[in-house]
């Protein structure tokens, strides 16, 4: 199939440049990725580390860090349903973080429920029932994988799924920059000129779903949650201005997803674990030392 | 202005109209005519669905019956085209959002921007149509803001946010101006500003409503006033409306509720 031979060549030449870069490196940081599963760790914790750190941004302001849980663990039962069926895992993971997302503003809408005992209400059920569908048919290697990532272990298919929804995500949202600005700062504003926010709405939490598919083989859906705050928050401390922040998100994303599965390949320690850790170490570093926002700035001031 | 019309019909028309919150029935059988190019201020005790009549123009909550027109179509044809610029009442907005000044007058062109080309449309602000940064300098002008462009919006004092936003919806040049208690929680030279630049709009033909409790300004600007407790209470000049018979009924709500039989206040 053509298609499939263009996003090998395209992944292939990707992979060149990635290499034609880490060769600058001293030779004891090279080192690791002569191995071709190395080198599709890296393309791979990169494209996961730029899309999260795009998403994070819109995570993080309009405060869906618990949304974004919710759908990270709604993805376990579809990932779970795919391999009964012999689906590609990505479309049940897919769905059922779609179904989910839409089950939580439903309850929410409909009821007196509020919406965070409604999305801990859909997604732990959801999760549970991935549990006990994976423990019938699948080894806990598999559970294990799925939950923590697996960077090491990036199939060619899997890579190139992250591939696509990089390039579905940042399409998005470059194509619907300023209704997505708009409708993460001022709602009402955004429906009061006629965008049509309840879409706006659910593509953002579609595309949500996106990314964390996307990160699934990286990070795991456990850990893919902090990826998509971490990113966003330490931007937020650093810039008063939209476009900057996204662009030092995605810097934490890429920094953190390349230090992280440097360091856990050198320490021999879980990759997933690593990446998260990086961030997170990056985001205490700026909250301490932010020029505008930092703590240290701060109590200065206050002296 | 981007539209011209007819100027014998009304800026806005309800014909019964019917609204609720989750099953809390707010505005009952409410009919009004705003006509172009007037102020009118809309006066009512808190909780008497004046806020709930700006939702049900922009489109933010749907009437459960009853008729809204703008200029003699439906409302949403004139979002769309950018006729209705809308200023909140907001203690509740997202302050710290990274957005400049500038920026945040600049959304009230996003609805208009819809009209410019597409290529210009992905290019970053700096490439965009020239009027939209003329209009937003003009407003931020206009509001005496133009030296605040670059600091983040939530470096602010409250009047200078309630300033910046009566600026997003000038930069919008639109026909007609919703404002949500544009004098609330403003020192008064900020409101003095305030109140001169909408009486410059008033003047170059812009329709004006706005929900204020202030009754002194109310009766120096306001060319008709719309008293409004769930019902219409009464329409008319600032006199008539402003006598201290009228402000009584409309605080005691003594025009009865009318009959709500067959009505579903549903959410």
Known sequence: MPLEAWGDALIDGLIALLMALVNLLPDTLAAPFEYRFMQRALLTSILVGAICGMLSCYVVLKRWSLLGD?????????????????????VGAFLTGALTSLGIGAIERHTRIKSDAAMGLMFTGAFALGIVIISKIATSTHLLHILFGNVLGVQQSALMLT??????????VWLAYRPLLLYAFDPQQAQALGFNTGMIHYGLILLLTLTIVASLETVGIILVVAMLITPGA???????????????????????????????????VASGGTIVLVATGLFFLTLVAAPRHGLVVRQLRRL | MSAVYNSRCPAIEARGLYAAYQDQPVLSDVSLSLPQGKWTAIIGPNGAGKSTLFNLLIGNLAPLRGELRVFNESAAIHRRAGHIAYMAQRENMEWDFPISVRETVMTGRYGLMRNDPLWRRLLPQRWSNPAHAEAVAAALEAVDMTSYARRPIGALSGGQKKRVLLARALAQQANILLLDEPLAGVDSPSEALILDVLDRERKSGRTIVMVTHDLPSTRRYADQVLLINRVVVGAGSPAAMLSDAMLARLASGQTPLPDTEGIHYAA
Not at chain 1, 72 to 90: M, T
Not at chain 1, 239 to 253: E, H, L
């Open chain 1, 70 to 90: 919710a759908i990270s663990h709604a993805v376990l039962p579809g990932v779970a349903i795919a391999y009964l069926l012999g689906w590609p895992f990505f």
């Open chain 1, 163 to 172: 591939l696509v929804a990089g390039i579905i995500a940042l399409l998005c």
């Open chain 1, 234 to 268: 330490t931007a937020h401390l650093l810039t008063d201005r939209f476009p900057v922040m996204m662009a030092i998100s995605v810097t934490v994303g890429v920094v953190s997803a390349v230090v992280g599965l440097w360091l856990s390949v050198a320490l021999d």
